[in-house]
């Protein structure tokens, strides 16, 4: 079974830019999450969806940031225009309904510049 | 609010040596506890998880953790390190009971292993 994947691994641009960063979960996996890890902090969340319905967003941290996740399967997360501080490893996760453990992608590591 | 203590940034030890990684959390209802391990250029793995039932749990690579409750404490720990064990940890606690609330991280661990 394949797991939690993220596209792409690695993105480079230049702020003001806009990116879009992929996500597709686990198959069947209801909930799918985002956190974010800025340089040197603890890996924080941005939000959760239930399918394709958002469940939490709490976490996002400004409305230059747009994530959906189309018919509850793959997701994304578009950050325009992007700052300096956008700047992290952006994960995903997802999990079944119910189910307290998180499966986690490899991340994608976002550079600003 | 919720948090989770990870004091050490930064850890080496021998290779063969024991291992203590600390965490500690803040939360108002008993928690899940997680260990997740990142190497380097790969996503985050669980280690080992912690529900209900026998505070001490055994996870993969040979590491277990212990949750104390009066300490609000969930240690990582490992009687033998091997080089492969350099990646970084993270503790994360998430909601009892209610399965599908995000997790909320600490700081995470740096582990270096010399040899």
């Known amino acids: 079974e394949a797991g939690v994947t993220q596209f792409p691994s690695h993105s480079v641009i230049e702020k003001g830019q806009t990116v879009t960063l992929r996500c597709d979960p686990i198959?069947?996996?209801?909930?799918l999450y985002w956190y974010r890890r800025v340089m040197g902090k603890e890996i924080k969340f941005l939000l959760h969806?239930?399918?394709?319905?958002?469940?939490?967003e709490s976490g996002m941290p400004n409305n230059r940031f747009l994530a959906e996740r189309t018919g509850g399967t793959y997701s994304t997360l578009k950050v325009q225009p992007a700052e300096l501080e956008d700047s992290g490893v952006y994960f995903c996760?997802?999990?079944?309904?119910?189910?307290?453990?998180?499966?986690f992608g490899q991340g994608t590591r976002l550079t600003v510049v | 609010a919720q948090s989770v203590t990870q004091p050490d940034i930064h850890i080496t030890v021998s290779e063969g040596a024991s291992l203590e990684l600390r965490c500690n959390y803040s939360?108002?209802?008993?928690?899940?506890l997680f260990w997740y391990v990142q190497s380097p250029g790969q996503g985050l793995q669980l280690l080992l998880k912690y529900f209900s039932g026998d505070t001490l749990v055994q996870g993969i690579k040979g590491f277990e953790a212990e949750f104390k409750r009066s300490q609000s404490s969930f240690n990582l720990r490992k009687p033998s390190v091997h080089w492969s064990d350099a990646a970084e940890y993270f503790c994360?606690?998430?909601?009892?009971?209610?399965?599908?609330?995000?997790?909320?991280f600490g700081k995470g661990t740096r582990l270096s292993v010399i040899a």
């Open positions: 969806f239930v399918k394709e319905s958002k469940q939490d």
């Open positions: 939360y108002g209802a008993t928690p899940y």
């Open positions: 996760a997802s999990s079944p309904q119910g189910y307290a453990e998180a499966f």
């Open positions: 198959s069947g996996h209801d909930n």
């Open positions: 994360a606690v998430g909601l009892y009971n209610s399965g599908n609330t995000p997790l909320v």
